[in-house]
Nanobody
Framework: QLQAYGGGLVQPGGSLRLSCAAS????????IGWFRQAPGKEREGVSF??????FYAGAVKDRFTISRDNAKNTVYLQMNSLKPEDTAVYYC???????????????????WGQGTQVTVSS
């Protein structure tokens, strides 16, 4: 089971840290992705982490940082310099046999957490 939390309302330019906590399996055995879905838009990949490698969507590169704490069995998404266009429901998901170049392909993700709402607004 995956549980995503940490969303909220933040002003433009602000920061939030999302957490994705796992139960029933060790997160470090799998690749973990963050996705988001804005109103009226398709869900899109934001970031992915596995075996020490990190990947980011162009829209968030240099603003977001993905990391893992194996002792807490949790993956984090630190989001800085937030923009109104970052407003979305954010999901974390566990990948299965994922070629790194295809980290945005949602069919490779077999377990999804419930979403957490991030709203960037003044």
């Amino acid at each position: 089971q995956l549980q995503a939390y940490g969303g909220g309302l933040v002003q433009p330019g602000g920061s939030l840290r999302l957490s994705c906590a796992a139960s029933g399996f060790a997160l470090d055995d799998y690749g973990i992705g963050w996705f988001r879905q804005a109103p009226g838009k398709e869900r899109e990949g934001v970031s992915f982490i596995n075996v020490g490698r990190e990947f980011y969507a162009g829209a968030v590169k240099d603003r977001f940082t993905i990391s893992r704490d194996n002792a807490k069995n949790t993956v984090y998404l630190q989001m800085n310099s937030l923009k109104p266009e970052d407003t979305a429901v954010y999901y974390c998901a566990r990948a299965s046999r994922l070629p790194f170049s295809l980290w945005r392909t949602q069919s490779y993700y077999t377990y999804w957490g419930q979403g957490t709402q991030v709203t960037v607004s003044s």
